[in-house]
């Protein structure tokens, strides 16, 4: 493939990267970022190809108008909510699924605004509280579910359900039970849990020996290909008893998803979410996670710590605005302490 990029023909660049683009759409997270060292041409490609493909327009249109979005984006960063759910699975897999609903995880105490957007510009086909709420979302995290509903201007119907949490959202999303939707979109970038699992095999494995989680489920992921584990962890993930944090060597992070979006002015920046989220993966017998909220009237926002005290000095000095390179020290650190 290097000879591609030594063709100086004008006329046939355009065609070879082409090609090049072509190749890359069968190539999963992990042989993507190896393609970027080929050369500094197939390095530009790739990153022309991401900023293409990732573009977090590509999954909300279904949803929203041009100009919705960049409210969307607004609304993201002053509530600090998270789109987790077939949508951020679909546009990190590159796919689009007809019949997806927009979840949105955010933390009850900052929901209003998003809440009052959606009662304004939706119909709430159902009253919040536990006895409506759909299986999936029984959990201890969650306090809420409200759904809504319109029809879009190209007569497409869009379902927006709207999780509220009692902490952070990323707890919710750890308790949901499934690898392969262990992934969530920022006001600014995109992550994945387990990428190896959720794209390259495609495993989905149950986190805590999930058997509740409700067969219409369980049936819908199994149809879009995945093939559903309770112990198997393929080599490069996580052995048992490690500790991990959004941002680490296995997790995967698209950076920039809304760049194509117009910023509204006026922003402050949005919430870290990087570094400072923390969690233990065991098996015992199954896989499961343990980690706490972190909640301080001096930090900016909820968290999720490990089970482990030295996280909060780690949580504090990041939430207070240390420098990158105190981060690392701090979060080295950590991660030598066993």
């Given at each position: 493939?290097?000879a591609?990029s030594r063709?100086?023909?004008s006329?046939?660049?355009?065609?070879?990267?082409?090609?090049?683009?072509?190749?890359m759409?069968?190539l999963?997270?992990?042989?993507?970022?190896?393609?970027?060292q080929v050369d500094?041409h197939?390095?530009?490609?790739?990153?022309?190809?991401?900023?293409s493909?990732?573009?977090?327009?590509?999954v909300?249109?279904k949803?929203?108008?041009?100009?919705?979005?960049?409210?969307w984006h607004?609304l993201?960063?002053?509530?600090?909510a998270m789109?987790?759910?077939?949508?951020?699975?679909?546009l990190?897999?590159?796919?689009?699924y007809?019949?997806?609903?927009l979840?949105?995880?955010?933390?009850?105490?900052?929901?209003?605004p998003i809440l009052?957007w959606?009662?304004?510009c939706y119909?709430?086909v159902?009253?919040?509280?536990?006895t409506?709420s759909?299986?999936?979302?029984?959990?201890r995290?969650i306090?809420?579910?409200?759904?809504?509903?319109?029809?879009?201007?190209t007569?497409?119907?869009s379902?927006?359900q709207?999780?509220l949490?009692?902490?952070?959202?990323?707890?919710?999303?750890?308790?949901?039970?499934?690898?392969?939707?262990?992934?969530?979109?920022?006001?600014?970038?995109?992550?994945?849990?387990?990428p190896?699992?959720?794209?390259?095999?495609?495993?989905a494995?149950m986190?805590?020996g999930?058997?509740d989680?409700?067969?219409?489920l369980?049936?819908?992921?199994?149809?879009r290909?995945?093939?559903f584990?309770?112990?198997?962890?393929?080599?490069?993930?996580?052995a048992?008893s490690?500790?991990?944090?959004?941002?680490?060597?296995?997790?995967?992070?698209?950076?920039?998803?809304?760049?194509?979006?117009?910023?509204l002015?006026?922003?402050?920046?949005g919430?870290?979410?990087?570094y400072?989220?923390t969690?233990?993966?065991?098996?015992?017998?199954?896989p499961?996670?343990?980690?706490?909220?972190?909640?301080?009237?001096?930090?900016?926002s909820?968290?999720?710590?490990?089970?482990?005290?030295?996280?909060?000095?780690?949580?504090?000095?990041?939430?207070?605005g240390a420098?990158?390179?105190?981060?690392?020290?701090?979060?080295?650190a950590w991660?030598?302490k066993?």
């Amino acid at each position: 493939m290097a000879a591609f990029s030594r063709l100086n023909c004008s006329s046939h660049r355009r065609s070879s990267e082409d090609v090049i683009h072509y190749l890359m759409s069968f190539l999963g997270p992990e042989d993507l970022a190896r393609w970027t060292q080929v050369d500094w041409h197939i390095h530009t490609l790739t990153k022309e190809f991401n900023k293409s493909v990732y573009d977090v327009r590509r999954v909300l249109k279904k949803h929203f108008s041009e100009e919705e979005i960049a409210v969307w984006h607004a609304l993201l960063k002053i509530t600090h909510a998270m789109i987790s759910g077939s949508t951020a699975l679909q546009l990190l897999s590159r796919v689009q699924y007809v019949d997806s609903d927009l979840d949105v995880y955010v933390q009850e105490d900052r929901s209003r605004p998003i809440l009052s957007w959606l009662q304004h510009c939706y119909t709430q086909v159902s009253e919040a509280g536990w006895t409506p709420s759909p299986p999936q979302y029984r959990d201890r995290a969650i306090t809420k579910v409200y759904t809504f509903v319109r029809t879009t201007s190209t007569r497409s119907r869009s379902v927006v359900q709207l999780i509220l949490t009692k902490s952070n959202p990323l707890e919710a999303i750890l308790n949901f039970g499934l690898t392969c939707v262990m992934n969530f979109i920022t006001c600014d970038s995109a992550y994945s849990l387990f990428p190896k699992l959720t794209f390259d095999h495609p495993i989905a494995v149950m986190i805590g020996g999930r058997q509740d989680i409700c067969s219409k489920l369980y049936a819908k992921y199994e149809k879009r290909g995945w093939e559903f584990k309770d112990q198997i962890i393929p080599a490069g993930q996580p052995a048992p008893s490690k500790r991990r944090y959004v941002g680490d060597v296995y997790c995967w992070i698209v950076p920039d998803v809304f760049q194509k979006v117009k910023v509204l002015r006026g922003l402050r920046e949005g919430p870290l979410v990087k570094y400072i989220n923390t969690f233990t993966l065991l098996h015992r017998p199954h896989p499961v996670f343990l980690f706490k909220p972190l909640r301080s009237p001096y930090f900016e926002s909820c968290y999720t710590r490990a089970r482990d005290r030295s996280t909060i000095l780690f949580v504090k000095s990041v939430d207070q605005g240390a420098s990158d390179k105190t981060m690392q020290a701090e979060l080295e650190a950590w991660l030598l302490k066993k």
